[in-house]
T-cell receptor
Framework: DTEVTQTPKHLVMGMTNKKSLKCEQHMGHRAMYWYKQKAKKPPELMFVYSYEKLSINESVPSRFSPECPNSSLLNLHLHALQPEDSALYLC???????????????FGPGTRLTVL | DAKTTQPNSMESNEEEPVHLPCNHSTISGTDYIHWYRQLPSQGPEYVIH???SNVNNRMASLAIAEDRKSSTLILHRATLRDAAVYYC???????????FGTGTSLTVIP
């Protein structure tokens, strides 16, 4: 099974709402990632978890709160978002690298988020 | 993080070979060259990667210049399903950072 699943596929929320995005993989990968992708732009790295610990935070605003409850699950909690946060949010997973650059990432289909 | 430069867009006729170039003049000795593609309305998917030697797999071939400052992704016979944005990415030897360049949008003409 080489699939990364993301739910929901689409999400519309108001600026005062609290919502969560969910990502799941069963490939035994111990690194998981969140990316944000605006229309016609490349994905931008937001967070990286390695062995369920946050290892990279690319200076993401605190209204985005990641969580990795176990090795298969990754959540992104959303609170008080702005309209400019509307984007496609992609989850990915990979092996944890100790050296070399041979590992590959597996991406989910993304959650299309609209903030009103 | 190392930067890659790609043309914004390219066109190819169906069933013709396609050569997608990538410049990475600041590549370091331990950087691997990865290619991913993103089909419309989907997440990116892995295509191929290499370090120094040319590589082939079922999807494509990767030709790496001798000085490693550039590489070319080769699709041997473009199909309509190959229409996508192709990203050239350098993976550092340590850490889990993964930064996409601007990518090349490939249009395949029937």
């Amino acid at each position: 099974d080489t699939e990364v699943t993301q739910t929901p596929k689409h999400l519309v929320m108001g600026m005062t709402n609290k919502k969560s995005l969910k990502c799941e993989q069963h490939m035994g990968h111990r690194a998981m990632y969140w990316y944000k992708q605006k229309a016609k732009k490349p994905p931008e790295l937001m967070f990286v978890y390695s062995y369920e610990k946050l290892s990279i935070n690319e200076s993401v605003p605190s209204r985005f709160s990641p969580e990795c409850p176990n090795s298969s699950l990754l959540n992104l909690h959303l609170h008080a978002l702005q309209p400019e946060d509307s984007a496609l949010y992609l989850c990915a997973s990979s092996q944890v690298r100790t050296s070399g650059g041979t590992d590959t990432q597996y991406f989910g289909p993304g959650t299309r988020l609209t903030v009103l | 993080d190392a930067k890659t430069t790609q043309p914004n867009s390219m066109e190819s006729n169906e069933e013709e070979p396609v050569h997608l170039p990538c410049n990475h003049s600041t590549i370091s000795g331990t950087d691997y060259i990865h290619w991913y593609r993103q089909l419309p309305s989907q997440g990116p998917e892995y295509v191929i990667h290499g370090l120094t030697s040319n590589v082939n797999n079922r999807m494509a071939s990767l030709a790496i210049a001798e000085d490693r400052k550039s590489s070319t992704l080769i699709l041997h016979r473009a199909t309509l399903r190959d229409a996508a944005v192709y990203y050239c990415i350098l993976r550092r030897g340590t850490g889990n950072q993964f930064y996409f360049g601007t990518g090349t949008s490939l249009t395949v003409i029937p």
